[in-house]
Every structure is written in C-alpha cells, then in structure tokens.
C-alpha cells in the first residue's frame, strides 16, 4: 500500500515492481487516477478496514518532503499503529555495503551509494545518486536529495532536509530541523536549527 499518489509515489512504484512487490494501491486527499498502473483506493480513512481484512499488510509513505515538516513521520506512526509493516525499501540498483541499518519506511532509491557502518532512522528518502559514506547516522524523516554527498562520519538530525547537489564535509554533525539549500557546502557543525545556503553554507532563517 502506498501513502499518495503524487510525484514521490512514482518513482516508489517503479523501485517496487523492480523489487518485486506486490502493489495494492495507493490512497490519497486526491484521485490522481491510475498512477503507473496502480489504481486509487480512497482517502487515508479506508486504511483501517483495509488492515483488517490483510493484517499485517506493507506499507510506504510515497509523500515527498521538500521542508523540515514531521508530516511524514507522524503518517508513518499513525499507520503503524493500525497495524501496517513498513520494511525499508532498497532499489536493486543501489549499492548498500555490509554493516548498514535501515530504519522501517526509508526508502533508498536508484543509483544511491550507502557505505558500511551507516545507520539510518525510520522515514528517510534517500534519493536518486546520493552518496552516505561509511559511519553517519542519519535520523529519522530525513531527505538526502539527488546528488548529495555525505562524507565519512557525519550525523543528521531528524526531520531535517539536504538539498540538491548539497555537500557535507567529514565528521559533520547538523542538528535536527535543518533545511540545507541546493548546492550548499557544509564545512562547520550546525547547532541551530534553520536554514543554510552557500560555500561555505550559512544561516539564512
């Protein structure tokens, strides 16, 4: 089962047929119509019945996140609580190395490199040919956008989002609730939540 059916969605559809899933549906506020073959169900209300008659069913939340909103994050608790799994979700097309942990709903999309000793909380997108390196830690709802490369050792906040192209030196630490911009090279730790631009990135909001 997929949670809406906007742009997020199909590239999740794409990665699941590859994996080899099964799709139900998708459920949304809006009826997109079929998206990639896979046919709207209703709103979220309908849920509860679905997981009734399929418990333990698998679930993805196929909302994008282009903010520091938790919105993704409290979906996924709602909806685990009416008794959907929601195991990570790796494209075969991706590299994960040995020693790596992937938080429940994260979703590793193509071309991502995720190195050995990286542990990455529930929630995560990481997104098309981004790179994490060996040993980061990653929170929970995070956005590692297309392009981004996480060097050695650096640790991500929750709810957080990393740009496009953005760049992060090794052993950085950025605190939670932090928008990094496009293209943004982070050379010093982040210990304020907000929003970063440049090279080197500073604080902007």
Same mark, same amino acid.
């Given at each position: 089962m997929i949670i809406g059916g906007g742009g997020h969605a199909k590239v999740l559809i794409s990665v699941l047929k590859k994996v080899g899933y099964l799709i139900q549906g998708y459920t949304d506020n809006e009826d997109h119509g079929v998206v990639l073959g896979v046919p709207y169900l209703g709103k979220d209300g309908i849920l509860r019945d679905i997981v009734r008659k399929t418990p333990a069913m698998n679930a993805i939340i196929g909302i994008g996140k282009v903010d520091v909103s938790p919105l993704r994050l409290? &979906? =996924?608790?709602?909806?685990? %609580? &009416?008794? /959907?799994? /929601?195991?990570?979700?790796?494209?075969?097309? *991706? @590299?994960?190395? %040995?020693?790596?942990?992937?938080? *429940?709903?994260? *979703?590793? =999309?193509?071309?991502?490199?995720?190195?050995?000793?990286?542990?990455?909380?529930?929630?995560? @997108? &990481?997104?098309?040919?981004?790179?994490? %390196?060996?040993?980061? &830690?990653?929170? %929970?709802?995070?956005?590692?956008?297309?392009?981004?490369?996480?060097?050695?050792?650096?640790? +991500?906040?929750?709810?957080?989002?990393?740009? +496009?192209? *953005?760049?992060?030196i090794q052993s950085i630490s950025i605190c939670g609730g932090c928008l990094i911009g496009a293209g943004a090279v982070i050379v010093r730790d982040v210990t304020e939540p907000g929003t970063y631009v440049g090279n080197p990135a500073k604080r902007i909001r």
């Amino acid at each position: 089962m997929i949670i809406g059916g906007g742009g997020h969605a199909k590239v999740l559809i794409s990665v699941l047929k590859k994996v080899g899933y099964l799709i139900q549906g998708y459920t949304d506020n809006e009826d997109h119509g079929v998206v990639l073959g896979v046919p709207y169900l209703g709103k979220d209300g309908i849920l509860r019945d679905i997981v009734r008659k399929t418990p333990a069913m698998n679930a993805i939340i196929g909302i994008g996140k282009v903010d520091v909103s938790p919105l993704r994050l409290c &979906l =996924l608790n709602e909806i685990s %609580e &009416l008794g /959907f799994n /929601f195991p990570a979700i790796c494209s075969p097309h *991706a @590299i994960v190395n %040995e020693a790596v942990s992937l938080g *429940a709903g994260t *979703a590793v =999309l193509d071309g991502v490199v995720v190195n050995s000793g990286t542990k990455i909380g529930r929630g995560c @997108i &990481l997104n098309t040919r981004s790179t994490v %390196e060996h040993d980061c &830690l990653v929170g %929970e709802n995070v956005h590692i956008a297309p392009g981004v490369t996480l060097s050695g050792g650096v640790t +991500i906040g929750d709810n957080c989002m990393v740009g +496009i192209g *953005a760049n992060v030196i090794q052993s950085i630490s950025i605190c939670g609730g932090c928008l990094i911009g496009a293209g943004a090279v982070i050379v010093r730790d982040v210990t304020e939540p907000g929003t970063y631009v440049g090279n080197p990135a500073k604080r902007i909001r």
